[in-house]
């Protein structure tokens, strides 16, 4: 078992950035390929980004492409998400997510295993 708990989250204007959080505890970090997910009021949760075991693949959902960058540091148990450039359509709780026993990270919710409580980010216009 893995607990996640992810941070950083906050209010940020039009074009600021953030940098996301996501802590793990238990199990080995490296053995889980982890994702990035955000639900806007309204609507389905969305796949944002996702990284493989080691970090040497790494995933992007179209809408965040170019402007958000996921990382992971195995030693520290953290993945971080990068947001920059960010606009009011990134609002969102942004959670992140982790799956045992893949080689390619996934884009479903569904396959991920391991959630943690989520963490809001608000972008003003």
């Known amino acids: 078992q893995v607990q996640l708990v992810e941070s950083g989250g906050g209010l940020v204007q039009t074009g600021g950035s953030l940098r996301l959080s996501c802590a793990a505890s238990?199990?080995?970090?490296?053995?889980?390929?982890v994702g990035w997910f955000r639900q806007a009021p309204g609507k389905e949760r969305e796949f944002v980004a996702a990284?493989?075991?080691?970090?040497?693949?790494?995933y992007y959902a179209d809408s965040v492409k170019g402007r958000f960058t996921i990382s992971r540091d195995n030693a520290k148990n953290l993945v971080y998400l990068q947001m920059r450039t960010l606009k009011p359509e990134d609002t969102a709780v942004y959670y992140c997510?982790?799956?045992?026993?893949?080689?390619?990270?996934?884009?479903?919710?569904?396959?991920?295993?391991?959630w943690g409580q989520g963490t809001q980010v608000t972008v003003s216009s």
């Open positions: 990284i493989s075991r080691g970090g040497g693949g790494k």
């Open positions: 238990g199990r080995t970090y490296s053995t889980y390929s």
């Open positions: 997510a982790a799956e045992t026993d893949s080689l390619v990270p996934s884009t479903r919710d569904y396959d991920y295993d391991y």
